[in-house]
């Protein structure tokens, strides 16, 4: 009989002392989770803190007509001032935002191919984030296809302080390989926007319209092309 005593409370003091962690953690989770749906949102994957710490960048935009897309920016822009702040990391870029009401319209410096830039972004919830993404996601005229699967790799431009995306794969027969797009071209431009980052590159093949003509632009050599691309549908 006393086993079954000591035995019970032994049972009875371990189920405390679950209860006592767990309790905590459910507790930070509903924390985090009241955190993130206060959060102000702009509408890029991600923040690295850049070379030297003038900033911080990111590989692209999504979805369309997202802040960001809105403001103009693109992957491999370098945000350095926000509001009048000084951003030097990715830990300070989150922690603004963080604390950056919904709805507010922020002044933004940035660097692109070494020049200062200014654009005005206005912040959205997660919400209308989750809104914009499922709209792209599921827009009726589907996605683009240009024949390129992702092999490409960021490249500096000689003589310039322009990045582009070396092609280290065109597929066959698809609408690159068919307008004369080349293995080892450098895209600096697609339809309009300039290309820095291949997440970028990929980004904007996606949201490109099935069947549209596109204007693509690449380094070949030392000479600057411009290649009309009709696109395909994924």
Known sequence: MSWMFIGLLI????????TAIVRPIRQNVRIQMAQSAKKAYMGVNSFDTADGDIGVTFDDVEPPDSPADRAGLVGGDVITTVDGKAIHSDDEMTELLASTPIGKTLDVVYLRDGETKNTKLTTISREELDRLTSAYRNRPE????????????????????IFGVRLDEIQQNRPADIAGVKTGDIVIEFDGIPIRTP????????????????KLVVMRGDESIEIPVKMGKQ
């Open 11 to 18: 049972f009875f003091i371990a189920a405390a002392g679950f």
């Open 142 to 161: 589907g996605r683009g296809q240009f024949g390129y699967d992702g092999n490409g790799e960021r490249v500096a431009i000689p003589g310039t302080k």
């Open 199 to 214: 997440e970028e590159f990929l980004s904007r093949i996606r949201r490109a319209l099935p069947y549209s003509t596109v």
